[in-house]
């Protein structure tokens, strides 16, 4: 009786695995699409300090906040997109490969 429970509860075990191991891998991707963003706004923000300088200097042309942010989101919204994306896309076909190889595995019935 207790043996045949136990496939049942190592395919249980293996579904609650899988579960957390999408929600991981979205978590990573959706922490890893704000770190990039982040860092582009950060980085514009810092261009538009610079050319801000260089103008006062009499070194270069005026620039407008709007002008420059506007690019550098537009550019870290890209960035971030593709690149958490591409994580997220990795991470969970890893996760349909590791359960289609433990499906087959598995004990028959159990699946």
């Known amino acids: 009786m207790g043996r045949s429970r136990q496939p049942e509860a190592i395919a249980r075990r293996w579904i609650i695995a899988r579960r957390a191991a999408v929600a991981l891998w979205l978590a990573f991707g959706f922490v890893l699409w704000n770190v990039v963003f982040d860092a582009s706004v950060i980085l514009g923000g810092r261009d538009y300090l610079t050319r801000q300088i260089l103008h006062q200097q009499g070194k270069g042309p005026g620039a407008?906040?709007?002008g420059v942010m506007d690019e550098a989101v537009a550019?870290?919204?890209r960035m971030a997109t593709a690149i958490g994306g591409s994580v997220?896309?990795?991470g969970?076909?890893?996760v349909w490969v590791a359960g289609r190889r433990r499906v087959r595995s598995l004990?028959?019935?159990t699946e």
Do not use: D, K, M, N
């Open 64 to 66: 407008t906040i709007h």
């Open 75 to 77: 550019r870290g919204a």
């Open 88 to 90: 997220c896309a990795v």
């Open 92 to 94: 969970l076909t890893l």
């Open 107 to 109: 004990p028959s019935g």
